[in-house]
């Protein structure tokens, strides 16, 4: 059982920066790819970024590409979410989630169904 708890949410103004961070329990973190997605009222849930299980690769959604960037530290079982010049659009609840061996996610096309475990998620406007 892997349980993730993400937090740095808020209220920003476009043009502005927020860093999320997901703390997970356990002490297997390493085995897991971890990924972030976002889901805004009325739309389904959409994959933002995921990382591999040491951090050597990264995948994006088109979207977010350049403006995000996702990391890991391992020794302190955290994933976290660089989040600059953040857009409205970019307003929605965010989740983080573990892929647990074998991974299911590869490249930037995942979808929630391949993750296994999920955060409660934290929520980030973006104000115009």
């Known amino acids: 059982q892997v349980q993730l708890v993400e937090s740095g949410g808020g209220l920003v103004q476009a043009g502005g920066s927020l860093r999320l961070s997901c703390a997970a329990s356990?002490?297997?973190?390493?085995?897991?790819?971890m990924g972030w997605f976002r889901q805004a009222p009325g739309q389904e849930r959409e994959f933002v970024a995921r990382i591999s299980r040491i951090g050597g690769t990264t995948d994006y959604a088109d979207s977010v590409k350049g403006r995000f960037t996702i990391s890991r530290d391992n020794a302190k079982n955290t994933v976290y979410l660089q989040m600059n010049s953040l857009k409205p659009e970019d307003t929605a609840v965010y989740y983080c989630a573990a892929d647990t061996p074998p991974v299911n996610c590869y490249g930037s096309s995942c979808s929630p169904q391949q993750f296994d475990y999920w955060g409660q998620g934290t929520q980030v406007t973006v104000s115009s």
């Open positions: 356990g002490r297997t973190f390493s085995r897991y790819s």
